[in-house]
């Protein structure tokens, strides 16, 4: 695997489900962010973690959690979304903290039923 | 103030043809101007940058021009080619405080160019 790799590519879940997204990054970065993409509008920056540490939570709802075991992966645990949650979550990963040229994943489609 | 506005929201080019993008911004920090190509399925790739000291960039047949004091820079692909239809985001970034390299993109630009 080369890059930044997301898994699932897809998911829906129910209100009440609990379910997590991974990130893995193939490149030897030392930062990590999450992103959320909805139509028509700009990327959100959701968290981003900086050698493991979280550096920033851009006043994201408790119902995501995100997870940073070592500089090379990362989660976004989700528990009793809102359907306003659908979207596509993007994990990237940069070389220096909060770096101007971030390396992007394919993206989770998550939908929220 | 931390906004970056993109226009326009979709653009139809014949192959061959020019494409412009436009993006304005408010913040003077800002002080880091990329571009991102996404294609549909993938995520975002840095596709070229410029910083506020130079006016002109080219990379191949992407050039951004940036006009300081107006606080706007742009994207031009020329000869563009239906391989080049994509979203674009432009986006912006900053040196100091607290906000410190974080990426603030625009709207996206969805371009289809017809063969």
């Known amino acids: 695997e080369t890059g930044v790799t997301q898994t699932p590519r897809h998911l829906v879940m129910g209100m009440t489900n609990k379910k997590s997204l991974k990130c893995e990054q193939h490149?030897?970065?030392?930062?990590m962010y999450w992103y959320k993409q909805s139509a028509k509008k700009p990327l959100e920056l959701m968290f981003v973690y900086n050698f493991k540490e979280q550096t920033e939570n851009n006043s994201v709802p408790s119902r995501f959690s995100p997870e940073c075991p070592n500089s090379s992966h990362l989660f976004l645990h989700l528990h009793t979304l809102q359907p306003e949650d659908s979207a596509l979550y993007l994990c990237?990963?940069?070389?220096?903290?909060?770096?101007?040229?971030?390396?992007f994943g394919p993206g989770t489609r998550l939908t929220v039923t | 103030q931390q906004q970056v506005k993109q226009s326009p929201q979709s653009l139809i080019v014949q192959k061959g043809g020019i494409s412009i993008i436009n993006c304005a911004y408010e913040?003077?920090?800002?002080?880091?101007f990329p571009w991102y190509q996404q294609f549909p399925g993938k995520g975002p790739a840095l596709l070229i940058a410029?910083?506020?000291?130079?006016s002109e960039k080219k990379e191949g047949r992407f050039t951004i021009s940036f006009n300081k004091s107006a606080k706007q820079f742009s994207l031009h692909i020329m000869d563009s080619q239906p391989g080049d239809s994509a979203t674009y985001f432009c986006?912006?970034?900053?040196?100091?405080?607290?906000?410190?390299?974080?990426?603030?993109f625009g709207q996206g630009t969805i371009l289809t160019v017809h063969p």
């Open positions: 913040n003077t920090a800002f002080d880091y």
């Open positions: 490149l030897g970065h030392n930062a």
């Open positions: 986006a912006a970034s900053m040196h100091g405080g607290t906000s410190y390299g974080k990426l603030t």
């Open positions: 410029i910083r506020p000291d130079v």
């Open positions: 990237a990963s940069s070389p220096v903290p909060i770096s101007y040229e971030q390396y």
